[in-house]
């Protein structure tokens, strides 16, 4: 080890030294190793934040993704960053039904919260991305989003005054492609950890009075009667990380995964998403249907579709229902509102860096 910081320090002495004889300011490549830090709890139940070997995080390449993230350059007229559809204080999701992209388009989807992503495997409802850096490649040429090109994109980054140093301090080069966009990007991401929610002080931290009666019965509801768990686990993450048919349709309009897998078993799947900051990211579901919780919950109480196409076997199959009280219904919203970490959605080290 020793040895190895001698060979590097004498590599670095004679850079400066060239450096100079060139009167060249070459700035040195020496980004700093960067974790996210999560709590104990957290470890223990999902482990670390996952990071993929070539995408090591570095203090530089996630500021770098933070202002990417905010960068309305991405898009072709530039009027739109990620931060328009995906906000801060709604748990990076979108409170309009559907987005509007640059040109007044609407998909046919609600765009998504981004929270914990790091430890997610399927990426977009329908889970056709398996990575961060791999999703972030499709809002900026998608048509109804960004409407933008890779190629123009990094024509602009490339001739910015300030994005080839950052690249460089990044990545050691600065020489923009979308590759490098995207796996900034996806480093900011995965520093979008929520655990701070009453609910972690309450069931994690040992406080027990982070928590009122209600929502404690909430929580009994949630993993007792009705059963929430089977899906969005008490991981921590409250979530499986799964693609599954919750029952919302007999005859579902938008096939879900069965549109990326052409598989007729897959269709009506969606990703299972967390619920972590569900009382900021309304509305719900795939598609929007649900305005509020309280739908959500008459849903899941009486309205699920037992005869909906590959209906997934963790859903509670009571005939009728679960039949929920209407002070059942009461405790359980309760309860997921207490997963709201206001920390999160304030944190200025999330926010806007040109704000
Ligand atoms: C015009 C609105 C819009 C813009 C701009 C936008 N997104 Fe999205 N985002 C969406 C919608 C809608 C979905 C869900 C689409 C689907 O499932 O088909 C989504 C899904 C996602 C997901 C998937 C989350 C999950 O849990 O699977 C991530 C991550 C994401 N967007 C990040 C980004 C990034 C990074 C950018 C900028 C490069 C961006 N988005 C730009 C609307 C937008
Ligand atoms: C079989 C697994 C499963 C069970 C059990 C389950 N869910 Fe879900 N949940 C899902 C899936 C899948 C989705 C996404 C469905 C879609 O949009 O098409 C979802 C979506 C949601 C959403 C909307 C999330 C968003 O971001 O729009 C909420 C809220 C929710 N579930 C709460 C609950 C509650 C409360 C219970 C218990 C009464 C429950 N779920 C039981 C699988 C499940």
Same mark, same amino acid.
């Given at each position: 080890m020793r040895k190895r910081q001698i060979i590097t320090g004498t590599i670095a002495a004679s850079l400066v030294l060239y450096a100079c004889k060139k009167e060249?300011? !070459?700035?040195?490549y020496n980004p700093t190793a960067a974790t996210v830090e999560v709590p104990a709890y957290v470890k223990t139940y999902v482990g670390e934040v996952p990071i993929p070997a070539d995408n090591a995080m570095t203090a530089e390449g996630i500021e770098l993704g933070r202002k990417l993230f905010y960068e309305k350059m991405l898009s072709d007229n530039s009027t739109m960053s990620c931060a328009s559809c995906h906000k801060q204080e709604n748990a990076f999701d979108d409170p309009r039904p559907f987005s509007e992209g640059t040109h007044g388009a609407f998909g046919d989807r609600n765009a998504m919260a981004i929270v914990n992503a790091a430890w997610d495997k399927h990426f977009f409802w329908d889970g056709r991305r398996a990575s961060l850096e791999g999703q972030a490649h499709d809002p900026v040429s998608n048509p109804i989003e960004m409407a933008n090109k890779w190629p123009e994109v990094v024509k602009r980054l490339q001739n910015s005054e300030e994005y080839p140093d950052l690249f460089f301090k990044a990545f050691g080069t600065s020489t923009i492609d979308s590759t490098l966009v995207t796996k900034a990007i996806a480093q900011f991401e995965r520093t979008l950890v929520s655990f701070n929610s009453p609910f972690d002080k309450y069931?994690?931290?040992? !406080?027990?009075?982070?928590?009122t009666q209600q929502e404690k019965n909430g929580f009994m509801l949630f993993t007792g009667k009705a059963m929430c768990n089977n899906c969005h686990l008490t991981n921590t993450l409250f979530t499986d990380r799964e693609i599954k048919n919750n029952g919302l349709d007999e005859n579902p309009k938008d096939p879900g995964l069965m549109k990326f897998t052409g598989n007729a078993a897959d269709r009506g799947k969606f990703k299972v998403p967390t619920l972590r900051n569900i009382g900021v990211t309304a509305p719900y579901m795939h598609d929007s249907r649900f305005a509020t919780l309280e739908e959500v919950v008459d849903f899941y109480s009486s309205k699920v579709k037992q005869n909906s196409p590959n209906l997934d076997e963790h859903m509670p199959d009571f005939g009728s229902g679960i039949n929920l009280t209407q002070q059942e219904k009461t405790e359980l919203i309760a309860f997921l509102k207490s997963l709201t970490d206001k920390e999160f959605i304030t944190n200025p080290k999330f926010s806007d860096p040109n704000n």
């Open positions: 060249k300011q !070459d700035p040195t069931y994690y931290k040992g !406080d027990s009075a982070a928590l």
